[in-house]
């Protein structure tokens, strides 16, 4: 099992910054990918960025260049830097992760609200 708590959400003017964060309690080891996703309003679940135990990383192509994705393994944390914020990033972002036995949990979600 896999506890997943993020924190960091927020109202934020476009332009402005906000660094997410997924801490992870439980069988640890047996992450194998770290994703986060968002989903606005009347849309769909979006994924938007993942890391993988090997710290390979990816992106949708609407935040490349302004999100980073990261790990802190001694604190069991993956963090999102947002930078560049726009109005269209607003949503609930939500961690996921992928386990090696193929389980899956979710967080709680945070929310993220970027005015105009």
């Known amino acids: 099992q896999v506890q997943l708590v993020e924190s960091g959400g927020g109202l934020v003017q476009a332009g402005g910054s906000l660094r997410l964060s997924c801490a992870a309690t439980?069988?640890?080891?047996?992450?194998?990918?770290t994703d986060w996703y968002r989903q606005a309003p009347g849309q769909q679940r979006e994924l938007v960025a993942m890391i993988t135990s090997g710290d390979s990383t990816n992106y949708v192509d609407s935040v490349k260049g302004r999100f980073t994705i990261s790990r802190d393994n001694a604190k069991n944390t993956v963090y999102l830097q947002m930078n560049s914020l726009k109005p269209e990033d607003t949503g609930v972002y939500v961690c996921?992760?992928?386990?090696?036995?193929?389980?899956?949990?979710w967080g709680q979600g945070t929310q993220v609200t970027v005015s105009s």
């Open positions: 996921h992760v992928l386990t090696l036995t193929g389980s899956q949990y």
């Open positions: 439980g069988t640890i080891a047996s992450i194998v990918v």
